[in-house]
């Protein structure tokens, strides 16, 4: 696996990098079942890119971070993440990781035998105040920790704790088309994009009909289907880092928050505050 990051910008932290990538590498593909769950940490400084391309791991993973946004990217769908949020990633599934912020990165490796009901590829999840502390035990924790000790029972309630949470339907799909994913990319990078596909069509040389087949056929969704599962996804994003409703709906560019929490509503079945504290209930409860 490399790592991706401009030396001119960071260049003293070379070796950093190169024992991060050795570290990360051997807990991931760690075989004893009798340490099931691994964790390493990472802090990234504010000023460097961090982006790692496409890899997999033996271990399923947990990517967490507790500064900074996350987005975890597959050959056919992103999924973006706040602090308060996690990426699952199945053992085996070939990703690629990027972030932005101020970065710190907490990571948990699982191993096969651990049975986690989360869904087969990758999936966000809300991170109760409960697993967020078992976290930060597990990367804190030595990794040759004792079966059977202390540190070992503690670990233990994580699969439980990620078997009582439901995931996000925060899954973008990407398309493979090269002209849609121009479109995409400039979509990722400002979801508050309101121009028409008329304008990308002439921007990628196709036709507006030829663009909305394309996309329909490789997401499943409408250009303007899709900018709202984009912005939906942002929201929550945002709302779970604890913006407010009015800023999130102008930072997506809606004209008002009515017709933000009127999207909201629709896709999802509740307003914003009463899908994330219904969500946050859910976990804390266990159920």
């Not at 691994?38 to 961090?50: I, R």
């Not at 809300?126 to 202390?150: C, N, S, T, W």
């Not at 704790?161 to 973008?172: A, G, Q, V, W, Y």
């Not at 040389?205 to 490789?218: K, N, Y």
């Amino acid at each position: 696996m490399a790592i991706s990051t401009d030396p001119a910008i960071w260049p003293e932290t070379r070796q950093g990098m190169t024992d991060w990538r050795v570290m990360n590498n051997r807990l991931a593909d760690d075989d004893n079942p009798l340490r099931p769950v691994l964790g390493y940490a990472h802090n990234w400084p504010t000023d460097a890119p961090f982006s790692i391309p496409s890899h997999s791991h033996w271990r399923a993973q947990l990517v967490f971070a507790i500064q900074g946004v996350l987005r975890i990217s597959t050959a056919d769908a992103v999924w973006v993440a706040s602090p308060q949020q996690a990426v699952w990633v199945s053992p085996g599934v070939a990703h690629a990781v990027t972030a932005t912020g101020d970065f710190v990165l907490q990571t948990l490796y699982l191993h096969p035998s651990v049975k986690v009901n989360l869904p087969n590829g990758c999936c966000v999840i809300m991170v109760p105040p409960l697993l967020r502390e078992l976290i930060l035990h597990a990367v804190q924790m030595k990794q040759d920790y004792v079966p059977g000790g202390l540190d070992a029972m503690i670990v233990s309630i994580i699969p439980a704790l990620l078997n009582s949470i439901d995931p996000e339907p925060l899954r973008l799909p990407l398309p493979v088309d090269r002209r849609l994913r121009t479109v995409i990319d400039a979509l990722l990078a400002d979801p508050a994009n309101k121009h028409p596909l008329s304008f990308w069509a002439s921007r990628v040389g196709a036709s507006e009909r030829t663009l909305l087949r394309h996309f329909i056929d490789e997401t499943g969704m409408s250009y303007h289907e899709w900018r709202k599962r984009l912005r939906l996804v942002h929201a929550i994003t945002l709302l779970a880092n604890g913006n407010t409703v009015t800023a999130t709906a102008y930072a997506l560019g809606y004209d008002s928050p009515s017709s933000f929490v009127a999207m909201f509503h629709r896709a999802l079945g509740s307003p914003p505050r009463r899908y994330l504290s219904l969500r946050k209930g859910r976990a804390e409860s266990g159920g």
